[in-house]
Nanobody
Framework: QLVESGGGLVQAGGSLRLSCAAS????????MGWFRQASGKTREFVAA????????YYADSVKGRFTISRDNAKNTLYLQMSSLKPEDTAVYYC????????WGQGTQVTISS
């Protein structure tokens, strides 16, 4: 099970930190990542991190502004988002498992201009 939290409404230029608590089969054995889906748009990759936390990957649109990290002792994934833009508005999903087969329920992030 994956449970996201930390979403909300912030002004452009602000920051938010998303968290994703993993339990059950969704433990620290897998890579984890974040996807997002804006209203009326297709779901898109945001960031990913390997199981040990030593390698990270980002979409070009968030590189330099977002930081993905994980705490395997707490089975928790994070996404620190800074310099937020209105185009970052979306539902953010935590993913893990083989082929990202496990998804959380999502958390809404809204950035006002």
């Amino acid at each position: 099970q994956l449970v996201e939290s930390g979403g909300g409404l912030v002004q452009a230029g602000g920051s938010l930190r998303l968290s994703c608590a993993a339990s059950g089969r969704t433990d620290s054995s897998y890579a984890m990542g974040w996807f997002r889906q804006a209203s009326g748009k297709t779901r898109e990759f945001v960031a990913a991190i390997n199981w040990s936390g030593t390698s990270t990957y980002y979409a070009d649109s968030v590189k330099g502004r977002f930081t993905i990290s994980r705490d395997n002792a707490k089975n928790t994934l994070y996404l620190q988002m800074s310099s937020l833009k209105p185009e970052d508005t979306a539902v953010y999903y935590c993913v893990t498992g083989v082929g990202y087969g496990y998804w959380g329920q999502g958390t809404q992030v809204t950035i006002s201009s």
